[in-house]
Every structure is written in structure tokens, then in C-alpha cells.
């Protein structure tokens, strides 16, 4: 679902205020419509529906988003070019912090748009069949958008009617009330979405019930998670696990069976959301996907190398704990399907020819090892305790290069971001069956994500028994499978286990976290700008 200019200009007549905030955005309506006359169209009405969809480009593929749902976990360290500090040391994270306050803004300027939608639908003068497939679509996004807020920063403000101008107010919903609503919203939804649609980036059936079971596992109710996690695996949906891991990241195969829910981006860039004063004001200012960029250690200064498309353009962002990398046994394949340390020469110098290896950077021990390149192995990289040494060099994740890009030097991808893997519907019930007592259960749903994982002839090495299964060994595993893919930090929360595995894992931080940190601080913006101070506060712990 390929989202257009005529779309954007549309959705900026719905972004008025969002969460009863009037200092959130500024109106901007550089068409003249208006939203009573736009929608009452079935043409209009859709580009609604499209606005809606737009807002998750906000949260997957951006930085913003990649440091709010990855950082200041077990599995990332800062590299040397980290924007946002605050959100993976947790030193002084308070509520200016600018992706905090991006990620506010868009998360509830998007429930602003479902809700304008849901109020709407009936003027809208949609056939039955197309009415009823979007309301469930609309009804998805809100309880997806709100799931992240919930999620991010707690129980703060939740509204199911549109602000249509400047509101200063806003209250503080309980946990309840907002599981409450998103459950409610995905049952609903599920009724009436398609099995399938041939209109890529739209959400079916099968995502919806992937993306309850997730909701349930986060609400602890781990019987409903496990029966919706199965009645994916089990519901004919026509997905699969790929055979090999690493085919899931390559360009030509971003639409293949096992993506279950997936936010695109257009190969037209101009398409995406890159800001522009006339056609997209509300843009982000990279636009597009820009994943590829942020995981990447600084190859390009090294000798005999220089950047260029097949490498990546290296922002070196983020770099590997210690721990994430040593999770990886020799038998398993995720290892290479995720990290590179091998670069070889594409600057050849007098020493180094043409395609000869130039720069090895390992998280295995090379102590005594003479090699005509260089080498950085882990205790070059890491210190003893785990520390990071060089936030230059390191293995990288390559998950998200993106080798079609028009040069090397273009910061935007059409890479689409898989926010739902089927691999994800096994551990959802793997960690169910946990919760509830079936440790052979909870194996036998791991053991075929590690049968795939496995590298030829390592099967056997690769099971695992009932014994193992702990909520730590499903983390592990979710690293495995998931590193960087914008879960880590839900996954911690949901657990319990954030505070604890920072500690036990992540060296460079495990001093600052704390238990408030178990939320975000709610963006000082948004409580500048309300009246009701003394009702509406920070959450606890920030200033």
C-alpha cells in the first residue's frame, strides 16, 4: 500500500492537537480542503485510512524509534556516532529528549486520525464490504498506536474521539482501561479483516491475531496469548519459516511468507516521508527507512576501504553488547545471517589487493594471531568486564543494508520494516506455554525455531530440552532471533526482566537504570502545554 502526495496533504487535515496537547503541531492546510467535505467521499475517506497507516513510518525504520525500542536494553551499547544517549545510559533522561518527544507526537496524532476515521466511516458513503474492512483497519491501527503509548510511557492519556482543535487537557487512564480498549478494538477487527489482501501494508486477519497474542502476553493473560499465537500457526494462513534465516534480509525477498505484518516503503522515495515545505510538512526530516545507517561500525577510515553500496553508509549508532554476540553458538546460523566482521578491500593499497580481506572485526579471541589485515577481536573491542573499549569497531548488524539505494552516500531505503515474523507466533507461544506450566510444550515450539536456525549437520546440537525452558532462555532466544527488529525493550518490560538483565548484561549502563525507568518520561512539551498540571503529571522518577 503505497502511500501518495495527494495522502499527505490530506492527513495534515487531521493533525490539529493531538492528545490535548495545543502546542503538539501547528495547523498547516496548504490544499484549502477541509475534513468536513474530504471525507464524506469514498476517495477521500481512504486517503484517511492511509493517513492512519502512514503514522507506524514514525516508529519503524527511524532512529527515533529504533533508540526507543532497542536501546537501553541487555543487547546494545552506544557507538560513537549515538544521537540519543539519554535513551540507552538512561543518564539524564528526562522529558525534552527529542525522539521521546517525535515519537509522542506522531503516536497520538495517528490515534487522532483513527478516531476521526471510526466517527466518521458512516458519512463516508462506502459500500458495506469496504466499510466494514475499514473500520476493522481503523480499529487495528488505534489499538496499535495506543499499545505502543501504553507500552512506552504507561497509563496517560486515552481518548476514542477526535480533537478537532486546541484541547488543554488530558488525563491519566489506567493500564486496564487501555488494555481494555485495545483488546476490545483487535477483537473487533479480527471479524471482519480479510485472510489476505494483494494490497501489500495492509493489515488481515492473521496480523491482527499475531499482534493480539503479543498484547496478551504483555497483559499476562498467557491461555489467550498461547490460543491466538496457535490459531495463526494453525489457521492455514499460507505463511512459513524461510529455510534460510538470512534470506529473510535480502531486498529482492522482502515479501516473502514468513512476513506476517510488515510496514512498507515505496522504492519511489519521494513517496515515503521525507519533509517537505509544500507536499509533506508533517515529514520526518531522513524520511524513509534508515535502519541500514545505524548499526554500522565506521569501516570507511579503515585502510584499503572506503564507502560504498554494498558496505553501507555508516553511522555507527549502536554496537553489540558483549553478550548479544557471545548468545550465538558456532552451530547456529542467525549468527552470519545478522552480524558481519569480514570487509574485504575496495581500495586496494600497495599491501592490500582488490577483494583481499582488509579488516576483521570479531567477537572471537585473536590474541597471537598475525594476519596482513587488521584485526579488532573482542578484547580489543570490550574490556575485561565487558565494557566497551573502541565504539569504532565492532561486528555489525547487517540486517537492514539496503544495496539499491541510488548511491552511497543516500541516507533513505525503500527496505519495508517486518513488524510481525511468523518465527515470533512460535516464541509467543513458546513463552505462554512457560508461564503456564507445559515446559515440553514451551520446547517443542522453540526446537522448530532452532531447527531452522541451525546450520547444516547441527541439528541435534541446536535442540533444546523441557529443562531449559526459563523466561531467561526465551529472552535469549528472542535476541537471537529478533536483534534489532524493534522489540527488545517491549520484550523486557513484559518480562520483568528489563532492570535485571541491564544489570547482569550491559556493563556500560547497569550503574544508571532504575525502576522508574521501567516507563518513559512523558515529553515536557506536552506538559507545558496542558492546564491541568496538578492531574496530569511527569511519571515518576523524572522531573
Known amino acids: 500500500m503505497k502511500r501518495n502526495i495527494k495522502n499527505i496533504i490530506i492527513a495534515s487535515l487531521l493533525v490539529l492537537g493531538a492528545s490535548g496537547c495545543s502546542k503538539i503541531l501547528d495547523e498547516y492546510n496548504p490544499s484549502g480542503l477541509t475534513s468536513e467535505t474530504v471525507f464524506t467521499t469514498p476517495e477521500g475517506f481512504e486517503s484517511l485510512v492511509n493517513a492512519a497507516y502512514a503514522y507506524q513510518r514514525w516508529w519503524y525504520g527511524k532512529e527515533e524509534g529504533y533508540s526507543m525500542s532497542e536501546m537501553g536494553t541487555d543487547l546494545w551499547m552506544s557507538g560513537a556516532g549515538d544521537t540519543f544517549p539519554d535513551l540507552m545510559k538512561y543518564i539524564n533522561l528526562q522529558g525534552g529528549n527529542a525522539a521521546i518527544q517525535s515519537e509522542w507526537k506522531a503516536l497520538y496524532s495517528a490515534v487522532n486520525v483513527c478516531n476521526a476515521g471510526i466517527e466518521r466511516i458512516d458519512l463516508a458513503n462506502l459500500n458495506d464490504n469496504v466499510k466494514a474492512v475499514r473500520l476493522a483497519e481503523l480499529r487495528f491501527l488505534r489499538a496499535f498506536y495506543y499499545w505502543h503509548i501504553l507500552e512506552t510511557w504507561g497509563g496517560v492519556h486515552l481518548t476514542t474521539t477526535e480533537t478537532s482543535g486546541i484541547v488543554t487537557t ?53 491461555k489467550e496469548a498461547n490460543d491466538y499465537a496457535l490459531s495463526v500457526i494453525n489457521g492455514n494462513y499460507g505463511f512459513e519459516l524461510l529455510k534460510n534465516y538470512g534470506d529473510l534480509w535480502n531486498m529482492a525477498n522482502l ?62 549508532r549502536y554496537m553489540p553488547t558483549r553478550f ?3 548468545l550465538y553458538s558456532e552451530a547456529d546460523s542467525r549468527y552470519e545471517g545478522s552480524f558481519k566482521e569480514v570487509f574485504f578491500s575496495n581500495n586496494p593499497t600497495a599491501t592490500i589487493k582488490l577483494g583481499d580481506t582488509a579488516v576483521y572485526a570479531t567477537r572471537r579471541n585473536m590474541i597471537g594471531t598475525t594476519k596482513p589485515f587488521k584485526i579488532y577481536d573482542r578484547n580489543y573491542i570490550y574490556a575485561t568486564d565487558g565494557k566497551v573499549k573502541d565504539q569504532l569497531r565492532y561486528p555489525s548488524l547487517i540486517k537492514f543494508l539496503d544495496p539499491t539505494r541510488p548511491s552511497s552516500n543516500e541516507a533513505q531505503s525503500a527496505r519495508d520494516v517486518f513488524v510481525i515474523r511468523y518465527a515470533e507466533l512460535y516464541l509467543n507461544a513458546a513463552e505462554a506455554q ?12 522453540v526446537n522448530i525455531i532452532r531447527r531452522r536456525a541451525a546450520k547444516s549437520g547441527s541439528e541435534e546440537k541446536m535442540k533444546v530440552s523441557a529443562n531449559q525452558m526459563t523466561l531467561d532462555f526465551i529472552l535469549d532466544e528472542r535476541a537471537r532471533e529478533f536483534a534489532g527488529e524493534q522489540i527488545r525493550w517491549f520484550d523486557l518490560k513484559r518480562t520483568g526482566k528489563l532492570i535485571e538483565r541491564v544489570k547482569a548484561h550491559n556493563p556500560d549502563i547497569a550503574d544508571y537504570i532504575q525502576d ?28
Open 324 to 326: 548479544l554476540l557471545d
Open 255 to 316: 515479501k516473502n511468507k514468513e512476513v506476517v505484518y510488515a510496514v512498507n516503503y515505496s522504492t519511489n522515495l519521494a513517496l515515503n516521508d521525507i519533509a517537505d515545505k509544500i507536499l509533506n510538512p508533517l515529514g520526518h526530516n531522513r524520511g524513509s527507512n534508515n535502519g541500514h545507517l545505524l548499526f554500522l561500525m565506521k569501516y570507511d577510515t579503515e585502510t584499503a576501504m572506503q564507502r560504498d553500496l554494498t558496505n553501507g553508509r555508516p553511522f555507527n
Open 434 to 445: 512457560i508461564n503456564l506450566g507445559n515446559r515440553d510444550s514451551a520446547a517443542h515450539w
Open 516 to 543: 522508574y525507568h521501567k516507563v518513559r518520561p512523558i515529553p515536557q512539551a506536552q506538559l507545558d502545554a496542558i492546564v491541568n498540571k496538578d492531574e496530569f503529571t511527569q511519571n515518576e522518577g523524572y522531573q
Open 170 to 222: 488530558a488525563n491519566k487512564t489506567s493500564v486496564e482501561e487501555f488494555y481494555a480498549l485495545i483488546e476490545s478494538d483487535l477483537l473487533a477487527a479480527i471479524k471482519s479483516l480479510p485472510r489476505t489482501t494483494t494490497d501489500y501494508g495492509r493489515v488481515t486477519a492473521p496480523a491482527a491475531r499475531s499482534f493480539l497474542s503479543r498484547v496478551y502476553l504483555s497483559h499476562g493473560k498467557y
